[in-house]
């Protein structure tokens, strides 16, 4: 049986994609455009959306397993009801979902709200699934390298509690894990959560010293101003994007992305590895950028 990555193309889908592949895994994938989707060999591809109903139920055909990851768009919350109960339609119930951490939390935050409403559909619905709930990206670091390299600014307002910031190489394998991991039960599981979430957890300051230390020169921290956030990212995204943007950065700055007691060495276990650092990502962006 075939399973089946919705969201294969990001940042962190392709590395799913990848990890299931060098395990051996039957993979399909959804896309809007074909042509434009480079995978790895063997990897079926089917052209589609998550509103064309008639493209998703071709999808899910000969499909037992699914990953589902949904980009923030205005009409996330619909996507992710259709795509479940297609999925329950073609007779799929085992499911890896890509939440996000604090979903139960922060929940004035629009994207945050439809991954915690999207969880309890899970539930509801009995599926067999693993709800992974990723912290912030340290991949996000790439879209903003520019400033901290050539300004000697760190501008992104992540505030003093702290964030545990989780690269997109171990999101991604660990879904790979859990996928292979349900997809060759013999029978159903039972529902489980995991933090996904970094070795460290820094602050706006900290991440300023790492950028310092790794860059041999001075880097500043911008500070906690959410406001100035939202303007900046309204210049090159949506407005109700940038909002919403500004939204989450207030509860980085209000109560910090910090991982339970245990994920940290739940997650070394899970991998078998230890976790990718900020600083070494750091280090690796500004090789990639001389």
């Known amino acids: 049986m075939t399973i089946l ?10 590395h799913v994609v990848d990890q299931l592949v060098t395990r051996g895994a039957a993979v399909r994938v959804l896309t809007r455009d074909p042509s434009k989707a480079k995978f790895p060999a063997g990897v079926e591809v089917a052209q589609g959306d998550l509103l064309d ?7 899910f055909t000969g499909v037992r397993t699914l990953f589902l990851l949904n980009a923030v768009t205005g009409d996330e919350f619909t996507q992710a009801i259709i795509t479940l109960n297609i999925a329950r339609e073609a007779g799929v119930e085992r499911l890896v979902y890509l939440s996000v951490i604090h979903a139960d939390r922060f929940v004035n935050v629009p994207h945050f709200a439809v991954k915690l409403g999207a969880e309890r ?37 992540i505030g003093g509690k702290g964030v545990a910031m989780v690269d997109a190489r171990d999101i991604a394998e660990v879904a790979a894990i859990e996928l292979i991991r349900r997809d060759q039960a013999p029978g159903r599981l039972p529902l489980e959560t995991i933090n996904l ?19 041999g020169r001075p880097v500043a921290y911008a500070g906690d101003d959410p406001s100035g956030f939202e303007q900046t990212m309204a210049g090159f995204m949506p407005k109700w994007m940038a909002y919403e943007m500004r939204l989450m950065a207030e509860r980085y ?12 060495e739940r997650l070394t276990r899970i991998l078998g590895r230890p976790l990718h650092t900020y ?11 001389k």
């Open 53 to 59: 109903i008639d493209s998703l139920r071709a999808a």
């Open 121 to 157: 559909m899970i539930e509801q619905m009995g599926f067999s699934a693993t709800i992974l709930r990723p912290s912030y990206f340290i991949d996000n670091e790439w879209m903003i390298k520019d400033v901290v390299l050539n300004h000697g600014v760190y501008p992104m307002p």
């Open 5 to 14: 990555v919705i969201g294969a193309t990001g940042r962190v889908g392709h």
């Open 253 to 264: 700055v209000s109560d910090g992305m910090i991982p339970e007691a245990g994920d940290v």
């Open 279 to 289: 600083r070494d990502v750091a280090k690796g962006i500004a090789e990639a950028s």
């Open 197 to 215: 979430v970094g070795p460290d957890t820094l602050t706006g300051a900290d991440v300023a010293a790492i950028w310092s230390d790794v860059l």
